[in-house]
Every structure is written in C-alpha cells, then in structure tokens.
C-alpha cells in the first residue's frame, strides 16, 4: 500500500517517474549497471562527492552483526569446534559462511552515502548495482531510531527514515552517530519543505475549551510534553498482562530443545521431574497426607502464576521504560526502552484508527491501554519487535483520567467523552438468538458424550450450560455502536473490552452482510473497513445489528464518508 | 486547505443528518448486462461437464475393477443425482442470481448489492478508490461483458469486484469512477 503524501503544489520537487497515478511508487530509484571498479564515486550523478558523508565507522560491526545474527550463534560454535577439535571443514564451513557477509559489510559501508541536497535526501548504495534513492523531504514521515546497550556504548544510533509507503523503511542508515541523526533530523523536519507539507494551511486546529494545540506558528524544535508513563503505571501493566505467558512458552521450549534426550515426552518428562524432587524433599519422610500434597501443588501454582506476571512486569519495564509521549508539530514523538532505546515519530494525520484495551485488572485499577492504526506499514506479526512500538504498542498504559487528553491531541476535531456517545445496542432479539447458540453447543456436546459414557457423558454439557447462557447474556449487552458527528465508534468485550474509533474521512470502504440466519432473526452485519486495519486488533465489524438499523446506518456513513473532505493533510 | 471541493461540502461538518431524504437514493439502481445470464450459465455448464466427466471415469474405473455390483449401482445413482442437480443449477441459478445483483454510481461513490443466501451490501465512498480495472475473459469477450475491479486502500476488501457488467459500460463506468477519484485524497 502506498498512497499519495503530499499536496500537489509540492509537484517541483517530484521527480518525473514518482507520479502517484496508481499509488506504486513514492521515491525515485535509479539503477545503474555499473562494475565495482567504478563504484568509488565518480561518476555521482547530480551531486559532488564532497557533500556526501559516509556511516560511521561502527557501522561495520553492526551491519555485520544484523546480518549474521541468523546464523551467527552455530557459525561461532563451528569455528570453536573447528579450531580447538582440529575439525577443518568446520572451519571451512564456517568461513564460507561469514567471510561473505564480512565483505558485503565491508563494501556496503565503503559504499553507502548520504547527503540532503535540494530539498532530497539522497542515499547512494550498491556494490554492483548501484541504486540512488532520492526521497524528497517533503515525503519523510518519519525518522525512527533504534539503540540497544551495543548502540549506545558506541554513541551510536540505526536510522529508519520512512514515507508513508509500503511497509519497509524506504532507507536505512545504520548506523549514525548521535550528533548526526540529531542533525540529520533536524534538517529534514525543520526543512521547509517538510513543514510546508505537514501543515498545508498553516493554521492552528483550535480545541473546544479555547486552548491551542501547537501547530507550526508555534516553532517546530519545541516538543510538547504530552505523557510520561511512570514506573507505577508500567508495574500494574505487566502485572495485568498475559505477557509472561509468552515467555514461559518460549523459554519452555528452548528448555526442550536442549534436554530432548532426557525427556522424550515432555509431559511425562515434567512428571517425573516433579516426582524425582517431591521424592528428594523431606516430604516423602513423614505420611503424605493428602492436604500437605494439596497445599504444597497450590503453593506451587501460585509461585508460577505470580512468576509469570513478575515476568510480565519484567517486559513491561524492559520496553517501555522511560515512556515519553511528545507533540512536535504534527508528529507525535514517542521515545521509550530500558536496554534497547527505541524513538520514533507519528504525524497526527496518519492516525487511520484509534483502539482504546482495557483488561478486567486494568479496569479496576483505572488504566487503559492506546492503540493506533497508521496507513503504510504494518506490523502485527511481529509485536515483540522494537519496530512495531509505534503502531502496535502505541500508549502502553494510561490512567483512565488522561485519555481525553491524549485523544484529542491525536485528533484535535474529536472531544472524547466516553459517557458522551449515544451508544446503540446491538438488536434487542441478540440475547435470545444466543441463548439459541448456547443450548444448542451444549445439547451437541451432550450428544457426542452419551455413546462414550450413557451414564455421565451428558454432563460437561449440562455444566457448561449455565456458562454458556451467562456468555450470551454478557455479550449481547457488550457490543456497542455509536456514530458521531465526525466518527464511528464501536466497543465489545466483556472481559477485555475494546473500544475503537474510526473517522469518516478514513472510510475505505462499507459492507452490510446478512446471512440466512441473519434474515430469519432480521439483523445484519455492518463493517467498516479502513487501511491498515489489524495491528489495534480490533476489527469493526458490528454483528447482531437490527436490519433495518444496520441498513440505515449504511446509507448515512455512506454519505458522511463521501461528503466529506479529509480533515487535515 | 488545498484541496478541490468539486463536489460541495454540506452543512456535514456540522451534523451528520444533511438534507437529503434516505429513501431518495433507493433510485437508480442498475442491474447488470442480461447476457450476463447466458454467459453464467455456459461457464457452469463447461464446470458441470468437467465433474461429469471425472464421475464417469471414476464409474468406469470402479467397474473394470469391481465389476457390476450394487454398489457401483448405488454409487451411480448418486453421480446420476449430482449431474443433474449441477446442470439444473447452471440452468436455472444465473437468473436468480441476476435478480439479486444491482449497482449504482451517484454522488456518493460505488454501491454493489449481491448475493442469494449470503446477501452482501459494498459501497466505495467517493475519493476511496486508489485504481480500477476493466478484465475480459474468453468467454466474456463473446459476449461482449466485461469485470469491473475497484481498488481502495483498505484491508479487508481492498479490491471490490463486479463481474458482469457491459464492456462497454464497465469501461464507461471504470472512467468515470477514476475521474471522481479526488487526487488529492490522502489516507
């Protein structure tokens, strides 16, 4: 997905090729067949070589190590075995394996340049290929950077510069020194260019209460401190999270990777483990009396249970620490990380879709979670990455208090207020049809149990029943739909409820789907779909409607969505 | 701003109720080309024969195998049965299938309803789309009928599909929904 950045006026600047007809191309490649010999710089097109500047020298120890680290754990297990057992195709192997990736570092760092020239940031890469990105500063969306422990020892930082196509980085510098990404970023978010096409009017978007966000009057190198996520907060996060779980699963199973020889099943494995210490404990020397054996697996539970959510609170920490929200013209800056420092920086306009999560622990502690949706890069696969902090992990965790705040400086036309929406139910007949669900899910697994037992095989259905209806009941008050003057809002969960906003100028497209079942009981479904829905996982699609509710629904967000020009940018 | 208004901003900004009746844009409503209907037909016709063929030498096989038996009778039966039913359907579904599809292009963008059972309402505001294409099968060609794509940004129905059109109109229609398409629309 790529989509058009900028204001037309701005056309000087764009390069024949990167005419945004069908939306494929934002930047200019150029590829030159030329051989290595000449790839020393003089043949630059367009620009003297002297106004180039190269990486920093680190920068081979760091592009070396981002592309071995796939294979660099058994390529230095190898090259040990190798030298010290006197296994020489071993060594081979190993040197066959790194030399190449040594030399693609070496002559990529001899190779790449950069440099801003004539309102482009120009990056000059290629060994055999040579291939000159030109990407017009007007375009840069933004410029993410990444410091690990290994990254700040050095003084250094990798730089993502990104526009608002595709899902890579239309470049990346790694790595920059401190001093020059701070420079670099300056040059390009304080370039005239740039601001000219992040604030087209130039007029400040005004809140409710007479109060002023900045905007570009007020000079764009003064941040404006918009959140700082305490430790407290980041404490009752991780604590209400299930992330811990995902560790113990991944550190399980490197457990069983390595000890696959001791335990050929795991689970047996795991009993006799426990058996071989209960058995070594004193408590086999007295009777086991069955209230001991009870107590001692409970206590066992709990310590596991309250081990995964310190793990929890672990990650959390790790992450987030430092959390730091800032505004800076149109581009909220986010800037968090205990160990691995990442930074990067959103502009308001981009925002497709806001999710607001909260758990059932972070309700009662008064804290929700902010995600957001950004046209051009998505990133939900892979939420444990530093790069999908942005988008996926907008605002960690919040108190319930400042999310007014925080939504409406990511939409200044938008006053939030919960209370405020005129919710709709989902059709009153939703209940009913449910409970139709659950008798019959729990009349069918009473079926598939009476040929296994005649006795006792109806019962996991008979106890899952009430279950069941309590869910139904639950559910059919907690999907919610309201529609704004400006926006869509949907919320559902009962648990971990969702709340998830959308505008009418993000509408991509809307459906209205109704099944046969649907017609008997006269509802429909009604979805709104917008680019980059995924990574807030929160779809809306609003099920149980009415009909002829979600009929008219249809028809008005039809025109609203059309009538309507995007708000800003 | 430095955007074309070339179609008129309402008092939406104020309310989302604009002065326009609900029902007014009941009207208007397109059905496709109606030899779409014998073109649907054909193609599932040729898709019948294909399974038709495949049972038969399925039968066959069973038969220099197993010999003549009662179930290879039964089993014929049930081929027979599916034959039929497949070409009855390709007989008569197309025309009920025609009857439920209709379109419209107005000021709003592109409305599609579709669907028999499973009955589906799209519609692509105005300024969404980000290209449309016109294909023409084989078949298609011989009949003069052609495939509408629509592309937007979203995720879940980032192409919308309308097969079955008029070439002609679909090019038309194609042309007319680039033309609407607001240049300067950014996600």
């Known amino acids: 997905m790529s989509f058009e950045v900028d204001p037309p006026e701005s056309d000087p600047q764009r390069t024949p090729s990167g005419n945004l007809e069908d939306g494929q191309t934002i930047f200019e490649t150029t590829r030159l067949q030329e051989p290595v010999a000449q790839a020393d710089g003089d043949k630059t097109p367009s620009v003297p070589p002297a106004q180039m500047s190269f990486l920093h020298p680190t920068s081979l120890i760091f592009d070396f190590l981002a592309h071995a680290k796939t294979y660099i754990v058994p390529a230095l297990i190898g090259l040990f075995y190798g030298a010290t057992e006197g296994q020489g195709f071993l060594l081979i192997i190993s040197a066959v394996i790194i030399i190449p990736t040594l030399l693609h570092s070496i002559f990529s760092y001899f190779t790449l340049r950069y440099c801003i020239s004539d309102n482009q940031l120009i990056v000059r890469e290629g060994i055999f290929n040579r291939n000159i990105r030109t990407v017009p500063l007007a375009r840069i969306q933004n410029i993410d950077s990444v410091q690990n422990p290994l990254h700040r020892l050095f003084k250094v930082a990798e730089v993502k510069i990104e526009t608002a196509s595709g899902t890579k980085p239309e470049a990346v510098l790694r790595v920059l020194s401190v001093d020059k990404m701070n420079s670099l970023r300056s040059a390009i978010f304080e370039s005239p260019a740039h601001l000219e096409s992040n604030n087209p009017t130039g007029e400040s978007p005004a809140m409710e209460d007479g109060q002023s966000l900045p905007s570009a009057n007020v000079p764009p190198n003064?941040?404006?401190?918009?959140?700082?996520?305490?430790?407290?907060?980041?404490?009752?996060?991780?604590?209400?999270?299930?992330?811990?779980?995902?560790?113990?699963?991944?550190?399980?199973?490197?457990?069983?990777?390595?000890?696959?020889?001791?335990?050929?099943?795991?689970v047996k494995g795991i009993a006799d483990l426990i058996r071989s210490s209960v058995d070594s404990t004193e408590v086999t020397e007295t009777p086991q009396s069955p209230l001991v054996v009870f107590g001692l697996s409970l206590l066992a539970i709990l310590t596991v249970l309250a081990l995964i959510r310190l793990l929890g609170v672990g990650w959390y920490v790790l992450r987030f620490y430092g959390y730091q929200l800032q505004r800076n013209g149109n581009d909220l800056r986010i800037s968090c990380g205990l160990w691995t420092k990442v930074s990067a920086s959103i502009p308001v306009q981009r925002i497709q879709f806001i999710s607001i999560h909260r758990s059932l622990l972070m309700r009662w502690w008064g804290m929700a979670a902010i995600r957001i949706e950004t046209a051009g890069g998505d990133s939900s696969q892979n939420e444990n990455s530093t790069e999908s902090i942005s988008k996926r992990w907008f605002i960690p965790v919040i108190a319930e208090d400042r999310v007014a705040v925080i939504m409406q400086s990511l939409r200044p036309d938008l006053f939030w207020d919960e209370t405020n929406f005129d919710f709709k139910t989902v059709s009153p007949k939703t209940t009913q049809r449910l409970i139709r669900i659950s008798c019959i899910q729990s009349a069918m697994l009473g079926l598939i149990g009476l040929p296994i037992s005649l006795a006792w095989g109806w019962i996991p259905g008979a106890l899952l029943l009430p279950i069941f209806l309590l869910y139904a009941f639950k559910k059919g008050r907690s999907m919610q739909y309201a529609r704004g003057s400006n926006e869509v809002v949907y919320r559902s969960g009962i648990f971990y409820r969702k709340t998830s906003i959308t505008f009418f100028d993000k509408i991509q497209t809307l459906h209205v789907n109704q099944s046969p079942f649907d017609r008997r009981w006269g509802m429909a479904t009604l979805c709104v779909d917008t680019a980059a829905a995924g990574p807030a996982g929160h779809r809306m699609q609003i099920a149980y409607l009415d009909e002829h509710f979600a009929n008219d629904e249809f028809k008005r967000l039809r025109i609203n969505a059309a009538g309507r020009e995007p708000v800003f940018g | 701003m430095l955007l074309t208004t070339d179609h008129p901003l309402t008092d939406a900004t104020v309310s989302p109720e604009i002065g326009r009746e609900l029902t007014d844009l009941q009207m208007s409503f397109m059905k496709l080309a109606p030899a779409n209907i014998r073109y649907e037909q054909v193609t599932r016709a040729i898709t019948a024969t294909f399974i038709t063929a495949g049972g038969f030498v399925f039968l066959v096989i069973w038969w220099l195998n197993n010999g003549f038996d009662i179930a290879w009778l039964s089993i014929f039966f049930a081929v027979c049965l599916v034959i039929t039913f497949l070409f009855g359907m390709a007989w008569r579904w197309p025309a009920v299938s025609y009857r439920h599809t209709s379109w419209k292009l107005d000021d709003e963008g592109l409305e599609i309803h579709q669907g028999v059972f499973w009955q589906h309402q799209i519609t692509v505001p105005l300024g969404r789309v980000q290209h449309a294409d016109v294909s023409q099968g084989p078949i298609q060609r011989s009949f003069g009928l052609g495939t509408l794509v629509v592309h937007t940004a979203g995720t879940q129905n980032s192409s919308v599909v309308l097969t079955g059109l008029c070439q002609t109109t679909a090019t038309e229609l194609r042309d007319q929904i680039i033309t609407q398409k607001r240049d300067d629309y950014v996600v």
């Open chain 1, 222 to 266: 003064i941040p404006e401190n918009l959140l700082k996520i305490p430790l407290s907060w980041l404490f009752k996060a991780g604590l209400a999270s299930n992330r811990g779980m995902v560790l113990v699963s991944i550190s399980l199973g490197i457990f069983f990777q390595f000890t696959n020889d001791k335990f050929n099943f795991s």
